[in-house]
């Protein structure tokens, strides 16, 4: 079972980049389609960005032209650049990742705070 570790977020004023990033550990992760997603006060998580094994990439409309979700096989990596942040982006984010054999995220990470200042 592969295990998650976010880093990354922190407080960034309207306008801001961040770029979170998601370690892999304990699977082969090259096996894995990655996602992130985000959850912010008193709302339902949400999807945001997702890259599979070939690099095939999808995005949130919320994030499209903002967002570049990417990963690092040697390192076992997955990243999700954020650009021109926006108040309405600030939540906890959480990366996942799904095993190729499997219909339901198999792994969560413990989430990374981003708060946007307007």
């Known amino acids: 079972q592969v295990q998650l570790v976010e880093s990354g977020g922190g407080l960034v004023q309207a306008g801001g980049s961040l770029r979170l990033s998601c370690a892999a550990s304990?699977?082969?992760?090259?096996?894995?389609?990655m996602a992130w997603f985000r959850q912010a006060p008193g709302k339902d998580r949400e999807f945001v960005a997702s890259i599979n094994w070939n690099g095939a990439t999808n995005y949130a409309d919320s994030v499209k032209g903002r967002s570049t979700i990417s990963r690092e096989n040697a390192k076992n990596t997955t990243y999700l650049q954020m650009n021109s942040l926006k108040p309405e982006d600030m939540a906890v984010y959480y990366c996942?990742?799904?095993?190729?054999?499997?219909?339901?995220?198999?792994?969560w990470g413990q989430g990374t705070q981003v708060t946007v200042s307007s």
């Open positions: 996942a990742a799904l095993h190729m054999g499997s219909r339901e995220w198999d792994a």
């Open positions: 304990g699977g082969t992760f090259t096996d894995y389609a």
